[in-house]
């Protein structure tokens, strides 16, 4: 019903800069929120940053300050630019959207993830 891509990871140096890009498509009626969440080897997977409606924005301790998520719920993107990166932020980066169906039922999806390493 509801497709996620996410585009955008790969190998950074420590102190380098990347962005991630996702975009959602299919049966969206209205988006309600957009967000990222990360999963390293070993551990759980948590939030990193996510925006409601448009307005409100969380971020985790651990990247305020390095991370800006940027959502357009018009045309159901979100990307997130990561700065200062460090060997702590490489993990698994998904997607994920929470959108409102044609039905008005509420769907939570989930993009295949992609792998960000920060290395030397």
């Known amino acids: 019903q509801v497709h996620v891509v996410e585009s955008g990871g790969g190998l950074v140096q420590p102190g380098g800069s990347l962005t991630l890009s996702c975009a959602a498509s299919g049966d969206i009626f209205r988006v309600y929120h957009m967000g990222w969440y990360r999963q390293a080897p070993g551990e759980q997977r948590e939030l990193v940053a996510k925006t409601t409606a448009d307005v409100i924005t969380d971020y985790s301790d651990s990247v305020k300050g390095r991370f800006t998520i940027s959502s357009n719920s018009a045309e159901n993107t979100v990307s997130l630019q990561m700065n200062s990166l460090k060997a702590e932020d490489t993990a698994v980066y998904y997607c994920?959207?929470?959108?409102?169906?044609?039905?008005?039922?509420?769907?939570?999806?989930w993009g295949q993830g992609t792998q960000v390493t920060v290395s030397s």
């Open positions: 994920n959207v929470g959108v409102y169906l044609s039905s008005k039922a509420f769907y939570d999806a």
